[in-house]
């Protein structure tokens, strides 16, 4: 009975070769969509999982609100961690890394060069992110102020096939002793680093490490086995608003620590600011999880519809096939397996379609996503599987409709019934299908357009013409020695103006408040001005004296005196 059953199905794609390219394609493409969207998807979900004890690890930020005004902040406190790991036994270990330029000189002999994503952070780093390590103990990489962990990159590069462990390599012109190196980060780590510098290396004061309101560091919690996270963060919230936040010297500022699960800090972290992570947004992966949907939603009922649409050219085989002696089941069981056999037919057309997309996939999202159900039994297994219940899927209301045929009005060519009382449901699934179609494609000019206009918009400068670099060490400090600098590279014909500040427009700088007694306010002042003034940075000198004309006298000069004892 199989055999005629397939064979069946193999003359009747023959003998109606139109349609059965249409159904073909029409399914195949959606597949290969509803495929390509899925493996980005997949990637994104899978950060940080790989991680022993993962779920046992959360990330501290913070819900800031100033004056109503509520946002969040990955950066937090130093004595955060502190204070977690000395008042709560739930607590396992902690861990910082310090929100820093993470761009450092380094030099071994003659090769030189500034290299980024160096990271500062506490000793006890590699207990929390057990990273692979090629040479070094990790347990003691870090525990030496002047002791380096480098990646098999940066060891390669400055080292060569040098063994690196003992050695020095100068950062920011300090000698550091290369304690361990460690592999290739995993392609879903949320962190991405190249070299790592012990927290005694930053040369911070202890004052500066006990303090509630210093928002520096990126703190890791790793709770025991069992803890009741919910409880601790409530915990945690009641001790700062009852034993910190009466401290504050502004008291429309507030801050809430948060846990946040180490797996969500990829896809959950998007609104946060000053974030070191590799992040993505969940918004768009749900989104496109729909869209994914919908284009299979789409390929199926277009399925459909040109099933039932030629279900009376095979209304005298279903006939014949009754007068013989087929039941209705026996029926439902053929047409539902021609659709088995088309959808799988499709789905290794879109396997093989996807294999080509991959590649160009990963150039256009930087990833690494690997595809290839040939050399993976349990991926093919699934594809296999997913063309079965597609297939099973798309065929039932097809194998109804045509099964529930009556023989004698069939064979005497009378009008067909058992087809009107589900009409309804065919023309619906048509309106759905056209109106699934018209809402993607308008989703896609939408943010066709938006990208365009991302991609076209003026700046207000010409970018092509602009370069930049980070100035050290005394250009950095002194304003004098950096005028004298501009004023030298102005020189150039080549140059046509110079000009330096604290980061780069768009960029994100730190912030120091500075806020007034109340006797040295002026009324006739700009009102936000009197109360709060915000510096950029007043550990730079670089501030001219004109940044401040338009302030009023009392403020400029407050301003003014500051900056020259800083």
């Known amino acids: 009975m199989f055999k005629n059953y397939l064979k069946t199905a193999v003359r009747n794609l023959w003998r109606y070769k139109g349609f059965a390219f249409i159904n073909i394609l029409s399914l195949t493409i959606g597949i290969v969509g509803c495929l390509v969207i899925a493996l980005f998807v997949w990637d994104e979900k899978k950060y940080d999982k790989f991680l022993p004890d993962a779920d046992n690890i959360y990330r501290l930020y913070e819900q800031r609100n ?29 861990t910082r890394i310090f929100m820093k330029n993470d761009k450092y000189l380094l030099e071994n002999g003659d090769k030189i060069g500034y290299e980024e994503k160096g990271m500062i952070v506490d000793s006890n780093f590699f207990q929390v992110f057990p990273v692979r390590f090629v040479n070094g103990d990790k347990n003691t990489a870090l525990n030496e102020p002047r002791s380096l962990v480098i990646s098999e990159d940066i060891a390669n590069r400055y080292f060569g096939s040098e063994n690196p462990v003992g050695k020095t390599l100068k950062i920011n012109k300090e000698d550091l002793t290369v304690k361990a190196v460690f592999a290739k980060l995993p392609e879903h780590f949320h962190l991405r680093f190249q070299y790592l510098m012990p927290m005694s290396f930053a ?49 429309e500022l507030t801050f809430l620590p948060f846990f946040q699960p180490l797996k969500d800090v990829h896809l959950k972290s998007a609104d946060f600011i000053y974030d070191n992570a590799v992040r993505g947004n969940e918004t768009y992966v749900k989104a496109l999880s729909i869209i994914a949907l919908f284009v299979l939603i789409i390929a199926c009922f277009n399925f459909i519809n040109l099933a039932t649409a030629r279900s009376f050219r095979r209304a005298k085989e279903i006939g014949v096939r ?23 037919f499709s789905m290794v057309l879109a396997t093989i379609v996807t294999l080509f997309i991959v590649p160009w996939l990963n ?24 063309g079965v219940v597609i297939g099973m899927l798309a065929g039932i209301y097809p194998a109804l409709v045509l099964s529930g045929f009556q023989p004698i009005r069939v064979l005497k060519n009378m009008k067909l019934t058992g087809t009107g009382g589900t009409s309804w449901l065919r023309h619906a699934l048509v309106v759905i299908q056209f109106a699934l179609s018209v809402l993607l494609i308008v989703s896609t000019i939408i943010v066709y357009r938006q990208t365009k206009f991302l991609n076209t918009k003026d700046l207000g400068f010409d970018k092509e013409q602009v370069v930049y670099f980070q100035v050290r060490d005394s250009l950095e400090t002194n304003p004098k020695i950096l005028e004298t600098v501009k004023s030298e590279l102005r020189t150039s014909p080549n140059i046509v103006s110079v000009t330096s500040g604290y980061g780069l427009p768009g960029d994100q700088y730190a912030g120091d408040a500075v806020k007034l007694s109340s006797n040295e306010k002026d009324r006739s002042c700009n ?40």
């Open 203 to 251: 040369g911070l004061p202890k004052e500066r490490m006990e303090r509630w309101t210093w928002h520096q560091f990126y703190t890791y919690v790793k709770v025991k086995p069992g803890v009741n996270v919910q409880l601790l963060q409530d915990k945690f919230q009641a001790h700062m608003k009852k034993g910190i936040f009466p401290t504050l010297e502004m008291a």
């Open 322 to 344: 009754k007068v013989v002696g087929a039941d209705r089941r026996q029926l439902i069981f053929q047409f539902i397996g021609e659709t088995v056999f088309l959808s799988v």
């Open 66 to 94: 100033e004056n109503d005004v509520i946002s969040y902040y990955a950066c937090v406190p130093p004595a955060f961690a502190t204070h977690l790991k000395q008042q709560y036994p739930e607590v396992n270990t902690t």
């Open 527 to 566: 009102p936000l001005l009197a109360t709060t003034i915000t510096l950029r940075h007043l550990d730079f000198a670089w501030w001219q004296e004109e940044t401040f004309q338009g302030t009023c006298p009392p403020m400029r000069e407050k301003l003014l005196s500051l900056t020259k004892q800083q």
């Open 363 to 386: 150039d256009f999202t930087g990833k690494s996503i690997e595809f290839n159900p040939f050399t993976n039994p349990l991926l093919a297994l699934i594809i296999i599987v997913a």
